[in-house]
């Protein structure tokens, strides 16, 4: 079991970061015994690159409803509205797997 640093973001994710200290069971230099433990944990400020990208993602999704919304009202432009309609759920399908990999890693105990 080698000692590493461990970051934490506030939204739960989290690495690995640099490694610390050698355990007693490993005896070769600059190896390390492939357990992890936490040497100790750097609380990062802001939400992860993950969220940062949902977040954006989910941004442009409301856009795109309130232009599909606004396009409706006007009547006049249904190639458009199918178009960023089949956008839409791209990107929602993008949010659902950002969330599902951010889920995944929040639960994981080695990565
Ligand atoms: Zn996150």
């Known amino acids: 079991m080698c000692y590493f640093d461990h970051q934490l973001w506030p939204c739960g994710w989290w690495k690995w970061g640099n490694f610390r200290e050698q355990c007693t069971r490993e005896y070769r230099t600059g190896e390390t015994c492939g357990l992890k433990l936490v040497f100790n944990t750097y609380l990062e400020p802001e939400v992860c690159r993950h969220c940062e990208q949902i977040k954006k ?3 442009r999704v409301a856009k ?3 232009d599909v919304h606004r396009w409706r009202a006007e009547g006049n432009r249904r190639a458009t509205i199918e178009k960023t309609e089949k956008e839409i759920y791209e990107l929602n ?3 659902a797997e950002l969330w599902g ?8 105990i080695n990565y």
């Open 93 to 95: 399908v993008q949010i």
């Open 101 to 108: 990999e951010h889920e995944v890693r929040k639960h994981a």
């Open 57 to 59: 993602k989910q941004g």
């Open 64 to 66: 795109m409803h309130s």
